[in-house]
């Protein structure tokens, strides 16, 4: 098993582009997860999903969409980039909400 | 105010210490997890607890829901234990989960 991954690794966007963060689970878990991890800061859970179909807002969803349609992936939109975007992103699966597990994370900065 | 606070933020021991981390919170959780995080960047779950104490290997971890409290030890610590330990919990209110800003350890040969 793959496990989480994530895709890019890096990038960096210019104020005002947009993008699509890749996340995808091979292990069947229904919960998956979007955190932002600023520097200092502890992580902060932007959107959740708990199935296909189904997602919620978590702390900090402002600037960001997400969709779920099946239960592999949970790809996160920006829509408009700011500067305050500029951060590490992580995606994690869990089953039932219970042991997390994280992909490698993207390192996004917005110029 | 956090809804999780840690302690120490930064901790250096000699390898074969005893090590402690802290870990504090406000809200109802029906679970707390401690995470580390690899000076790669990588985040690993190392623990899920709702009650007691867990043990595995070096690492253990325990809990005090009345005082809603929780540490993480590490015994005979070793040069590879270096990492950012993250406490997490899971509110009882919803799947929401809040992070502490973690515990950066160093182990000196």
């Known amino acids: 098993n ?16 947009s993008m699509t963060l890749q996340c995808t689970q091979d292990m069947n878990h229904n919960y998956m997860y979007w955190y932002r991890q600023d520097p200092g800061m502890g992580l902060k859970l932007i959107y959740y999903s708990v199935g296909a179909g189904i ?44 042991t997390q597990y994280f992909g490698p994370g993207t390192r996004l900065t917005v110029l | 105010k956090n809804e999780v606070e840690q302690s120490p933020q930064n901790l250096t021991a000699q ?8 870990c504090s919170y406000s809200v109802g959780i029906s679970a707390l997890h401690w995470l580390q995080q690899h000076p790669g960047g990588g985040i690993v779950s190392l623990f899920m607890l709702s009650s007691g104490k867990k043990k595995h290997g070096r690492l253990i971890a325990t ?3 009345q005082e809603k409290h929780s540490s993480l030890h590490i ?14 919990v899971r509110s009882n209110t919803g799947n929401q989960f809040y992070f502490g800003t973690g515990t950066s350890l160093t182990v000196i040969p």
């Open chain 2, 63 to 65: 809990i005090n829901i």
């Open chain 2, 15 to 22: 390898e074969g210490e005893f090590i402690t981390i802290n």
């Open chain 2, 75 to 88: 015994t005979a610590s070793h040069p590879r234990d270096s990492a950012v330990y993250i406490c997490a």
């Open chain 1, 55 to 98: 997602t919620d807002k978590g702390e900090v969803p402002n600037g960001y969409n997400v969709s779920r349609s099946t239960t592999e992936d949970f790809p996160l939109r920006l829509e408009l980039a700011a500067p305050s975007q500029t951060s590490v992103y992580f995606c994690a699966s869990s089953y039932e909400g219970i």
């Open chain 1, 2 to 17: 793959a496990g989480v991954t994530q895709t890019p690794k890096f990038r960096i966007l210019k104020i005002g582009q």
